[in-house]
Every structure is written in C-alpha cells, then in structure tokens.
C-alpha cells in the first residue's frame, strides 16, 4: 500500500476506521476535494491544502494532521497540508492530547500563549508544525492551493480567500461545545475519528 512506516497505533487506527460507513450525503461533499486531488496527480502538481477555519484550534488542524497523515499512508506524493483561521488564537490542548492518544508523537516547541507543536506520525517523515495563525499567514502557501472550509462560520465570513486555485467546503460539528463537560474527550475522540475516516476515504479513492 506505502513506503512510509507510520507509527504501528495510527496504522491500526487507519487500518480500523470504516469508510462503508461514511453516508451517500457526505460522500457529495468530499466530492471535489477527490476531484481536485486526482487533477493534480493526473497533470502531476504539486498538492497544497489549507483547512480554514475561524480560530485554526480544533478542526482545521485535526484535518491538516490527518490528511496528511492519509498522504503518507496511501504513498500520495508531493502533498502539503497546512491550516490556518480567519483569526489566530491556539491550538487547543485537547486536540494534541487525543491526537496522542491515536498515536501521533508530540512535542511542545514553546511556551507562548500560541503554542508551536511538533506532531509526528512516522519515525521517517518529517513532522507537521502546528499552531495557530491567520490563513494568509506567511506559513501557508499563497498561491495554488486548495482552500478547505472546516467550519460553516469561517465560510461564510471569508468569501474571498486570496491565491487558492479551488475553494472546497467540508464542514464539521464544531467540539468546542463539549469544553467544560463529562462528554469533552468523548467528543473530541469522535470528531478526530469522524476526520480520519473522511480522510481515509478521499486518500483512498484516488486513481
């Protein structure tokens, strides 16, 4: 299937997420981004994806760190995931810890208010950088790339994201509302499954 060695519970995490599972609806909106990535392979681009969302904290980076990680996984070359918000705040501590639940090894590079993660998902590859910034943050890419709307909020209020080549929606619940209560983690574990699986599947209907 790759070349790329993931870390053994990602891969048995990947190995069981269930894309039959995965309703008719939401395969209509994962759609264009299977369509968008087959162009570029097809016309052999570079791939470059930004998941946008309004504060790049929760959904925008679990999206990044799985597409990425299903790259790998499905041997898709030359594939850049970054994310980024229509305002920057931090990546929410929550997601790294059930990120490291799910395998991923990560490492905090700094103690600000927006803190810089080092996010791994094989001893060979090189690490995801995460932390939160504006989607046009110099980070990210500013030309020819896909901008991916995480959050219904941020599509609506960005209707213009500047230098991208496709503009896809794929929205998801946000588990912001859970902060605060018994259900938290169980909310963040789903919705980071919910995104794998959605991943997995897009990586693994490309030609």
């Known amino acids: 299937m790759n070349n790329t060695i993931l870390f053994e519970a990602i891969s048995n995490t990947i190995r069981a ?5 995965i309703s008719e609806d939401r395969k209509a909106i994962l759609k264009p981004l299977i369509d968008y990535l087959n162009d ?9 994806l930004n998941f946008i969302c309004t504060h790049n904290s929760r959904r925008s980076h679990l999206s990044q760190i799985w597409a990425q990680t299903m790259a790998a996984y ?14 920057a705040t931090a990546m929410f501590p929550k997601v790294g810890e059930i990120l490291n639940n799910q395998g ?10 927006n803190p810089v993660y080092s ?36 599509d609506k209020g960005c209707p213009m994201v500047f230098g991208s080549d496709k503009r896809i929606t794929i ?3 946000d588990p912001k509302k859970s902060d605060g209560t018994p259900q938290q983690t169980e909310t963040y574990f789903n919705r980071s499954l919910q995104i794998a699986t959605e991943m997995k599947y897009v990586f693994s209907n490309l030609r």
């Open 40 to 48: 570029k392979i097809k016309t052999n681009k570079s791939i470059r």
């Open 74 to 87: 499905y041997d898709v070359s030359n594939v850049s995931c970054y994310s980024g918000g229509t305002e």
């Open 171 to 173: 929205t998801y619940e």
């Open 119 to 154: 996010i791994k998902f094989s001893g060979n590859e090189p690490a995801i950088i995460a932390f939160s910034k504006q989607f046009s943050d110099e980070f990210n890419p500013a030309s020819e790339f896909a901008a991916i709307m995480t959050c219904s909020s941020a």
């Open 17 to 21: 997420l269930e894309i039959t599972e």
């Open 104 to 113: 991923f090894k990560i490492s905090k590079l700094s103690e600000e208010s």
